[in-house]
């Protein structure tokens, strides 16, 4: 099974700084990763899972693996495994890309705050 093999930070067009992106099945995935936001990633099947969270939200990212890149764009920084050059990114508002949100009260009844990754993502993917 693939896993995550590198990330760090890209530019891609639109962006206006540069944008957190992993490497997973040798495409760059830009997760949608703001500042003040934790993150983990990790490879389920056919699927890049990232889990987003902050202190008032907290979002589930699924990105297929088969999905067809359509930005283009340049690796900016971090990446040690991953050679320098100009690529094709996956935005994580592409078309195929499926998100779930818990925020405001919906965040705080599932106690969304303590939970790890894996049992946030199996709660939130089954309600």
């Not at 003040?36 to 490879?43: D, F, K, L, R, S």
């Not at 925020?103 to 599932?110: F, K, L, N, V």
Request: hydrophobic letters at 35%; a negative charge; aromatic letters at 10%.
């Amino acid at each position: 099974m693939a896993g995550i093999q590198d990330s760090g930070k890209i530019w891609y067009k639109g962006s206006t700084s540069p944008a957190h992106a992993v490497r997973a099945a040798n495409k760059i995935f830009a997760t949608g990763k703001k500042e003040n936001q934790a993150i983990e990633c990790w490879v389920d099947g056919e699927v890049l899972c990232v889990d987003l969270h902050d202190s008032e939200t907290r979002i589930a990212r699924k990105f297929p693996l088969n999905i067809e890149p359509a930005l283009a764009g340049t690796l900016f920084s971090g990446f040690t495994s991953t050679k320098h050059a100009d690529v094709n990114i996956v935005g994580p508002d592409q078309k195929g890309v499926e998100e779930k949100i818990a925020t405001g009260e919906i965040y705080r009844t599932g106690e969304y705050g303590n939970m790890n990754s894996r049992d946030f993502w199996d709660q939130i993917w089954t309600h």
